[in-house]
């Protein structure tokens, strides 16, 4: 083999090095999504089976929190997924997502009031209400109304999920112990989202990832909550309870550590 053979193969080996290292990088570049689905699914994937797995820490406890995207379901004229949890203690809880092409509503029951987690475009400045007499579902198979309550309101105060918890429709939405479960999301404090910028988050043992959009809203007795959504992975992080810049100790801190 000659000199120029031997100088031209270990080139081309480094070149190949460099393109295999990049494609592990935890620097994901445009938003992807699948034929078909939401684009606002590229921030919040939502394929069926889809897993995240958080360790969540409060000034007590530290424990892990298993959430899933379940399969498709129809609420109203909407096409929805279940949103499964699976706490530390092996409790099993199921909420709804219901996406479009703008916008993720996440839904604790059939009959509560949508709250919308994410609206595009995602561009820092931008803000919008979590609940806000959004219409997502349409008239209900049953006929009784409509998937909100004109009461949830708009105007920036602090607000909770709507609904009627006597309904036998709210069995769907149980833990595993038979009793209505608590909202499983991890939302809460003012009414209004706004988009901080867009940025690098650290996920500790996962690594330092970019192009994170970064959610806040103002938590209770004059707190900020914060929240970090990763292109194709998801909701990574998320401070409840913490100053603006999320130094401050939080009440609920929640850091990705896995997803599959």
């Not at 000199?3 to 935890?26: H, P």
């Not at 509503?105 to 059939?110: G, S």
């Not at 609904?163 to 499983?184: C, E, F, Q, R």
């Amino acid at each position: 083999m000659t000199a120029r053979m031997i100088k031209y193969l270990f080139v081309t080996t480094v070149i190949c090095l460099v393109l295999a290292w990049a494609g592990c990088s935890n620097t994901p570049g445009e938003p992807a999504r699948s034929s078909g689905a939401p684009l606002v699914a590229a921030y919040f994937p939502l394929a069926p089976g889809y897993t995240m797995v958080y360790s969540v820490t409060t000034p007590d406890t530290t424990k892990q929190i298993t959430f899933s995207v379940g399969d498709h379901r129809n609420i109203g004229m909407a096409d929805a997924v279940n949103w499964i949890v699976v706490s530390g203690t092996g409790s099993v809880d199921t909420s709804y997502l219901v996406a479009t092409d703008s916008a993720l509503y996440y839904l604790e029951t059939p009959y509560s009031s949508p709250e919308k987690i994410l609206s595009l475009p995602l561009t820092p400045g931008a803000t919008w209400p979590r609940y806000y007499n959004y219409n997502v579902t349409g008239t209900y198979n049953d006929g009784i109304g409509t998937a909100y309550d004109s009461t949830a309101g708009g105007n920036g105060g602090f607000s909770e999920p709507l609904g009627d918890t006597t309904s036998a429709v709210d069995s769907l939405h149980t833990n595993n112990n038979g009793g209505v479960a608590a909202k499983n999301y991890p939302s809460e404090g003012a009414n209004t989202f706004t988009v901080v910028g867009v940025g690098q988050v650290d996920l500790g043992t996962l690594g330092t990832f970019s192009n994170a959009v970064k959610l806040s809203n103002i938590g209770y007795g004059g707190t900020t909550n914060l929240y970090w959504f990763v292109p194709n992975v998801g909701l990574v992080k998320y401070l409840l309870g913490t100053n603006a810049d999320g130094t401050a100790t939080p009440q609920v801190a929640g850091l990705l550590v896995s997803h599959s």
